[in-house]
């Protein structure tokens, strides 16, 4: 088979590691041809020189996508689907803005419009919640003309967005930890030396809205008041936004160390306690399977998508409510016993996930057979 993996509207954010990991999988998996186009946000983290003579990669900067440069996508994809003449098209997120020929696959990662009652949506003005509708409008538009198939990676996702975009061609294949945990490279400490019986909660996120970081100095305020001063957060964010978010006078008990490499983040999670991803919508988030696979607890929002993917492997509190985190905190923290049944409970949870091997084979598989129905 001749697959085409399209990463050329992937800009930031988990979907790049998801394409990383997805066409690195591939080199194990032979007899295929694998043309991938490279977008802006795999160029710099691809090294063509690490892959077999059965991958071609072609670069392509589509910038950031605007409805006036739609067209140009379109024409420019278009363009390499009849040099290439694949067999199918893959991407592992979507909408792409493409409409092909060949049959395509698209994943879909886009909780806001399939949770709606997520409570970020509580938060955001009319005007912004008129945004998202139009915006989810004109994804599933695209999404609907542009896929043949859908890959998502929840059955709770599957449903919805089967009903979402009136197709039963949904697939369900689940995310995991990056293969960087299967054998993690421990380097020097990033964070300072332990306080005395220091506990430190670590959320590996850009900041977004709906990941909800704010939350994070409230809780902090709580644990000041009450004259704790054992518990530590510690972020991944540029510098501008920790500043943003983060007050001068909190900033001894929210360390940001910015942002950390895939391969790094084993090494972090070693240094701290816990896992804390306040959350308010995902479609799955890597964070959790990372978390279990480094045996560390997860505390994190009471969503159904959160409890989906956890299940018994984590501590959940009510989603907005800082109150409520900080009680769950301490709980966690005076409970060892209970840290060590999240942890045993967190490595049961991970035989529900793929491996990426096994990810990377459905994919295939998914393409294969559409390729097969084509023919």
């Not at 409570?119 to 008129?130: A, D």
């Not at 006078?249 to 929210?254: E, K, L, T, W």
């Amino acid at each position: 088979m001749k697959l085409l993996i399209n990463t050329a509207h992937q800009r930031f954010g988990g979907a790049i590691q998801v394409a990383l990991s997805f066409i690195h999988e591939c080199k194990a998996i032979s007899g295929h041809e694998y043309h991938v186009i490279v977008g802006q946000g795999l160029k710099n983290r691809l090294h063509i020189s690490d892959f077999p003579s059965n991958f071609k990669f072609y670069d392509l900067d589509l910038g950031v996508i605007k409805l006036r440069n739609l067209l140009n996508i379109q024409r420019k994809l278009e363009s390499l689907e009849k040099e290439i003449q694949p067999d199918c098209i893959i991407s592992t997120t979507g909408p792409t803005y493409f409409k092909s020929q060949t049959p395509q696959v698209i994943g879909f990662n886009l909780p806001l419009y399939i949770y709606p009652e997520s409570p970020f949506l509580s938060t955001l003005s009319k005007w912004k919640r008129l945004r998202l509708f139009l915006k989810k409008k004109l994804h599933v538009f695209y999404f609907k003309r542009d896929a043949i198939a859908y890959v998502v990676q929840t059955y709770d996702v599957n449903q919805r967005v089967r009903k979402l975009l009136n197709n039963l061609n949904v697939y369900t294949v689940s995310n995991t930890y990056n293969h960087y945990y299967e054998k993690p490279i421990i380097l020097a400490p990033k964070l300072p030396k332990k306080r005395k019986e220091e506990f430190r909660l670590l959320t590996i996120s850009a900041w977004y809205p709906h990941k909800n970081l704010d939350i994070i100095p409230k809780i902090a305020e709580i644990f000041k008041n009450r004259k704790i001063s054992n518990v530590r957060f510690v972020l991944t964010l540029n510098q501008a936004d920790f500043e943003k978010i983060v007050p001068d006078d909190m900033r001894d008990v929210i360390l940001n160390v910015g942002p950390v490499e895939p391969k790094d983040c084993p090494s972090l999670y070693k240094e701290c306690d816990a896992m804390f991803l306040p959350t308010l919508a995902e479609c799955f988030s890597a964070s959790y399977p990372e978390a279990m696979i480094m045996e560390k607890p997860i505390i994190t929002t009471s969503l159904g998508f959160a409890k989906s993917i956890c299940g018994e492997a984590a501590l959940y509190f009510e989603p907005l409510n800082p109150i409520d985190a900080a009680l769950k905190i301490s709980e966690l923290i005076n409970n060892s016993d209970m840290q060590s049944d999240l942890v045993d409970k967190g490595m049961k949870q991970l035989k529900e996930f793929n491996s990426p091997n096994e990810r990377a084979h459905k994919y295939i598989q998914i393409c294969k057979s559409l390729s097969l129905n084509k023919k």
